[in-house]
């Protein structure tokens, strides 16, 4: 009686005959973080049959105060596990399978997308969206993407040729700085902080392979045309530092090698950095600065330390305070990485304590606001704070998407967006349909089993020729990645064997039509026990074409086209009200909750 009680709510909310298809339905939940703590707890509730979460991170203490499915005992596991052991306490009808593991992992495949009837997405960076966005397609599985910022969030339903995919818009990627800014001429806080964390830290306590990635980013610049003989400068700073490196390592001279330390980074360079007059001509000049000079500043008055983590991350430091946290935390660094190379965690206090002094150093020798402890862990960590409320509310809107997929309410799916303002919490419209020139969604997507040692690139050229619809005479040229393999003036590998060309099951081969008419296939490659089997049934449909814009208009010098004359005063001035807001709803989900979560790395 209480386990049918427990589904009333539930059916209630469905119309006749989809209760059970709710409770038989098969749904994957990508990240155990924020989001995906809260949406596998609804979702279980709600009475869903069979749920799979997969995450690769394991649990932090700074995850806490808003993963609610995990708790102390728990840090240092994984975050899907515990998931998946928490939240089946509060419904044994559902079965959850957790993943331990990286979403890009080849047992992830189309095959594994296509066992589920939805995808719902809790992921916190843009790259991994973009995949699980990709896979989606292949497997033609309709995808519920979310995402939050502090109090800004998003939902946005995706449906495999009905709506815009994830990649039909452009995504703000991550800011980056030029080497030598970062290296030479800071001018903010946040130039430091990255110079501090990025920088400084692998190369003392990171693994040899940062330091050849440091190389690697020194020959980039140039090829970007960076100024060479500051770059040279900078790979002589760099050998030196890893003598450095070896001396600290030593355990009876450690803190005197970081006291070398100390005054090479923030007098010896920053002297030869003085000696380029050309550089400082319209820049404020750094001044030098020693350790003795640093740590001879009067000791600072004692604080009441009855609320001693509170003052410790909020308040400035003085110039000491700085340079002994700089000489600590590099001593305990040093030896930490004797044994173990060092990573910088936001969360570990030592790695903290020393980019926070590092950093604030830096400033000081450049003249540069300085940032308290709790600053440096915001901009160093990628921190938009993330608010528990604002997780909840946003999994509970992609927990009522869901819902619709899986009655199949197309016409329900609605992308919302979740602000404060003065006028409403939500904005809500239909998806938009696909955008006829995205590199994605607008491929089709077909399944093609292979065995690699006995097909040949003959068997994909008859796909394309008899299962694709091209004929005997008509160009098309095949791919993988940015490797040819075929096209009407290359046909010398059609007898070899697909491992002989380093084509693979998990590959993904492109068949585009040269005469740009109809679509490009891509054939997703699978396991076969036969030379080549089309898993799909697929005709090409003829390429989508853009809307015309005033530009082809103006190209096109041999057509004539009606112009309606502009709207008259009256038109104009109607109801200014109403498209006042309606240009404010237009911008917020587009050009605020999207570059929310994409332009920062969300704290989940």
């Not at 809107?397 to 899986?406: G, R």
Request: hydrophobic fraction near 40%; include cysteine.
């Amino acid at each position: 009686m209480a386990s049918s009680a427990r589904y009333d709510a539930l059916r209630a909310s469905l119309r006749p005959g989809e209760y059970e298809k709710i409770r038989s339905v098969r749904v994957l939940v990508v990240g155990a973080g924020g989001i995906g703590c809260e949406l596998l707890k609804d979702l279980v509730l709600v009475g869903i049959g069979h749920v799979d979460i997969i995450d690769l991170d394991t649990i932090d203490l700074s995850n806490l105060n808003r993963q609610f499915l995990f708790q102390k005992q728990h840090i240092c596991q994984s975050k899907a596990m515990i998931a998946k052991e928490t939240a089946s306490a509060f419904n044994p009808d559902t079965t959850i399978v957790a993943h331990h593991a990286n979403i890009k992992a080849p047992e992830f495949d189309v095959a594994f997308y296509a066992s589920f009837d939805v995808v719902l997405n809790a992921l916190d960076n843009l790259e991994t969206r973009r995949w699980v966005n990709r896979m989606c397609i292949m497997a033609r599985v309709p995808m519920i993407e979310s995402g939050t910022a502090g109090f800004l969030g998003q939902v946005q339903p995706i449906r495999v040729g009905h709506t815009e995919c994830y990649d039909c818009t452009a995504h703000p990627t991550p800011t980056t700085f030029p080497v030598c800014t970062i290296r030479s001429t800071p001018s903010t806080p946040v130039h430091c902080i990255v110079w501090a964390k990025n920088w400084l830290f692998p190369q003392l306590f990171g693994n040899d392979a940062e330091a050849e990635a440091d190389e690697q980013e020194l020959d980039q610049a140039q090829q970007r045309g960076e100024n060479v003989q500051e770059l040279e400068n900078l790979r002589r700073e760099a050998q030196e530092m890893r003598t450095l490196r070896q001396a600290a390592s030593v355990r009876a001279s450690t803190r005197e090698a970081c006291e070398r330390i100390f005054d090479k980074v923030y007098r010896a360079d920053i002297e030869r950095l003085l000696s380029m007059e050309d550089m400082w001509a319209h820049r404020r000049k750094p001044v030098p600065l020693s350790f003795i000079q640093a740590t001879q500043e009067a000791p600072a008055a004692a604080v009441d330390s009855s609320s001693a983590p509170t003052l410790r991350d909020r308040r400035p430091l003085t110039l000491r305070e700085n340079a002994l946290l700089f000489l600590d935390c590099a001593e305990q660094l040093a030896k930490r990485a004797v044994d173990t190379p060092q990573s910088f965690d936001k969360d570990d206090d030592e790695a903290l304590g020393f980019v926070t002094a590092a950093a604030n150093l830096r400033a000081h020798v450049y003249g540069i606001q300085e940032q308290t402890r709790f600053e440096t862990k915001q901009i160093a960590g990628n921190i938009i704070p993330a608010i528990a409320t604002t997780n909840a509310i946003v999994a509970g809107l992609v927990t009522m998407q869901a819902l619709h997929v899986l009655s199949e309410r197309w016409d329900a799916l609605r992308v919302i967006s979740l602000a404060r303002r003065a006028t409403r919490v939500f904005t809500t419209f239909p998806p938009a349909p696909p955008n006829a020139e995205c590199g994605v969604c607008q491929d089709v997507f077909v399944r093609v089993a292979v065995n690699p040692a006995q097909a040949t690139l003959q068997h994909l050229v008859d796909v394309a020729r008899h299962d694709l619809g091209y004929g005997d005479d008509a160009f098309f040229s095949i791919s993988v990645g940015t490797r040819i393999l075929y096209d009407a003036d290359l046909e010398d590998n059609v007898d070899k064997a697909l491992q002989d060309l380093r084509v693979g099951t998990s590959d993904v081969v492109s068949i585009a039509d040269e005469d740009q008419v109809k679509a490009t296939a891509q054939l997703v490659l699978e396991r076969g026990s036969e030379p080549c089997r089309v898993l799909d049934s697929v005709t090409l449909p003829e390429r989508r074409r853009a809307a015309p814009t005033a530009s082809d208009a103006l190209e096109a010098d041999d057509e004539v086209q009606a112009v309606s004359p502009p709207p008259t005063l009256a038109t104009t001035r109607e109801v200014p009200a109403k498209r006042a807001r309606e240009a404010d709803d237009n911008d917020t989900p587009t050009k605020r909750a999207k570059a929310a979560t994409d332009d920062v790395i969300v704290l989940d």
